[in-house]
């Protein structure tokens, strides 16, 4: 059976309130499925709530949208890699298309960051992901390629192996428009290829797709071998939609 990743990515959605009762309700109408896991990405200030919630779920984990790469000092409004595992957070979302594109966060910082996350202990999700223009110009592999190596830049082979890399295209987020489970397919196995061929072998690696994922298309997503899960942004808000694509049938591949 291959292991599934579900996570939830809440952006600046659910506060300590909102975040518990709906993590509360998916976790009790939701039972552990075997060899599949949820990550839940809340704002910081509803870690703690969220925390709480998954208490005792092996199959539940928790983490943070982003840290600044420094461990402290004055850098007024972010969150450092230990702080954030000092509070109990086990997984950071690095690079998302978010920071890059209305924060303006550069290729070099993601690596800085996913550098800062794996020295914390934390488990790394890296974002990478073309613009609408630049798929259009024939460009997604270079683009996918060049944030994957800023992003894992200076990490050992075996690290390599160990951060998770979402693919969300740009154009995809937020917008209605998933990519087609055979384009998704594609530009895994492009980043799989890359990644295998830097890694110890025999490595597994886990890509996962976002990019409005819904539970209407998440059993076709995942039917597609190379995908080993989703980042889900507004269709995890809702503790129904979230069970839904949670209960995509196991694929058959
Ligand atoms: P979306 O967001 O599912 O709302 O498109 C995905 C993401 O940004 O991770």
């Known amino acids: 059976m291959s292991r599934l990743l579900f996570a939830a990515n809440w952006k600046m959605h659910h506060g300590p309130a909102a975040a518990r009762q709906v993590v509360h309700e998916v976790l009790a109408r939701h039972r552990p499925v075997a060899g599949r896991e949820q990550i839940f990405f809340p704002p910081s200030v509803s870690l703690a709530a969220v925390l709480e919630e998954i208490k005792g779920r092996r199959d539940v984990a928790a983490g943070v949208q982003n840290v600044y790469w420094e461990a402290k000092g004055a850098f007024t409004g972010e969150i450092s890699a230990p702080i954030a595992a000092e509070a109990g957070a086990t997984w950071a979302l690095v690079g998302h298309s978010e920071r890059r594109h209305k924060f303006g966060e550069t290729d070099a910082e993601t690596g800085r960051k996913v550098r800062a996350v794996l020295a914390a202990g934390l488990k ?5 992901g073309e613009l609408i223009e630049e798929r259009r110009a024939g460009r997604t592999e270079e683009v996918v390629l060049r944030q994957l190596d ?3 830049a200076g990490l050992d082979a075996a690290t390599t192996a160990q951060v998770v890399i979402a693919y969300e295209p740009v154009w995809a987020i937020g917008t209605g428009t998933h990519a087609t489970p055979h384009d998704a ?4 196995r492009t980043i799989r290829q890359w990644l295998t061929a830097r890694a110890p072998a025999g ?12 539970p209407d ?3 076709a997503l995942l039917a597609e071998e190379e995908l080993d899960g989703v980042l889900v ?3 995890s808000l809702d503790a129904e939609s979230w069970i839904r694509i949670l209960s995509t049938p196991q694929p058959n591949r």
Do not use: K, P
Not at 124 to 128: P, S
Not at 203 to 214: D, L, M, N, Q
């Open 185 to 188: 397919a594609a530009v895994h």
């Open 150 to 152: 800023a992003g894992l």
């Open 124 to 128: 790394a999700m890296l974002c990478v």
């Open 233 to 235: 942004g507004g269709a």
């Open 217 to 219: 298309n998440a059993a």
């Open 203 to 214: 490595a597994r690696h886990t890509i996962v797709y976002g990019g409005s994922v819904t």
